[in-house]
């Protein structure tokens, strides 16, 4: 079995040295522990030591998905607001909680805990999903003493994007799905019911009127070159995709979204929304504005407006107040801008920042039930459009073809 040595304080505080037999470093931590001493340094003492010190588990990466890490945030704040000291947290973290994904990550946190990082740095490397604005919190709360506080405000206000992202999706569920039925619909009238309709009617021998002509005419392109305008569609998709991954690419549509009528007011406020939630939490646990622009910077997954708070940091570094840096950076929301010099005012720009997230949440909101609202009438009317184009133009093709055989007839 591996052999650990290590260096620990007893009760008293005196210090004690010795070594033993251990799976892993873990568990050697748990061993030392179990006699009451508090691990200062546990050094690897052979080669099987050395590698059971490397756990398999901490090579692969830990991924958490937002309701876990808003559980684990949320978690972690009431066991330290307890009165627990971080370690024996993340140690309740690791042994009492039922789900594998977060007594894993407690004891990744606190096996590097162990190792004698920072706790920021421990949650840095613990998993991808801890990221800069998250670990840069958790540096401002070790720092300043307020751990508890900056872990509950973490926890809401991630559970507050993650609602919002989740009512977006939600409202986009219904439309996608009526845009899928309807071109299911106009699938099976093209493909299948009017070429049934064009070999009863050649039967006739009749003259059809010019909408039923230019319906079988579609029909027929379609139905010929069925698998040439699939692999054009797929081709013009490729070719988009290709193009946006560019980097001008990438920053043309982004831009370009946001024109998008319905859709682009909506991907406005969730960026101002998300952007003042986000700041306003730096700034009141006492990360610097600067530091606090950067980080957001780095995180805006849309390169337009990645593009403009790269601007922001700019003008902010050269001494600019906030909100003049966003006027002059441009396409940025006056009202935001406003709200934002009057917190600089008054020197409560957090709480302004705060209160323009709860109103752009707000805001949001009421755009997303009015999207859904618009859009489910829009194409039951487009559907409606379409059937009643096809059937009448079935109906006077078959009128026709009646009237043409009792012609014949008479």
Known sequence: MPRFSYQALSASGEPVSGSLDAPSRSDAFRLIEALRLSPVEITATDADALTASRSPAADSPIRLNKPRLIFFTSELADLIDAGLPVQQALNVMAEKQQDPVIR????????????????????????????????????????????????????????????MQRRFTSA???????????????????????????????????????????LLAFSSFCSSHFWSILASIAALALAFRLAIASSPGRLWWDHAKLRIPLIGPIIETRFYAGFTQALGNLVSNGVPLLSSLSLLARGTTNRFFHHRLALVVDSVSAGDPLSSALARAGKFQPL????????????????????????????????????????SPVIIIFLAVVVTIIAYCIVSSIFSAVSGIRANSN
């Open 336 to 375: 935001m801008t406003d709200i934002i010099a009057i917190g600089e005012q008054t020197s409560q720009l957090a709480k302004a920042l705060l209160k323009a997230a709860a109103r752009y949440d707000k805001e949001l909101d009421v755009r997303i039930k009015r999207l859904t609202a618009l859009i």
């Open 172 to 214: 986009m569920i219904y439309p996608a799905f009526m845009i899928a039925a309807c071109s299911v619909l106009m699938a099976v009238f093209t493909l299948v019911l009017v070429p049934q309709l064009t070999s009863l009617l050649a039967k006739t021998g009749q003259e059809l009127p010019a909408v039923t002509k230019g």
């Open 104 to 163: 894993r990550t407690g004891d990744r946190l606190r096996t590097l805990l162990r190792d004698g990082r920072p706790l920021s740095a421990c949650f840095r490397k613990a998993s991808p999903d801890f990221d800069d604005l998250y670990v840069s919190l958790i540096a401002a709360g070790e720092a300043s003493g307020t751990l508890p506080g900056v872990l509950h405000r973490m926890a809401l206000s991630i559970s507050q994007l993650h609602e």
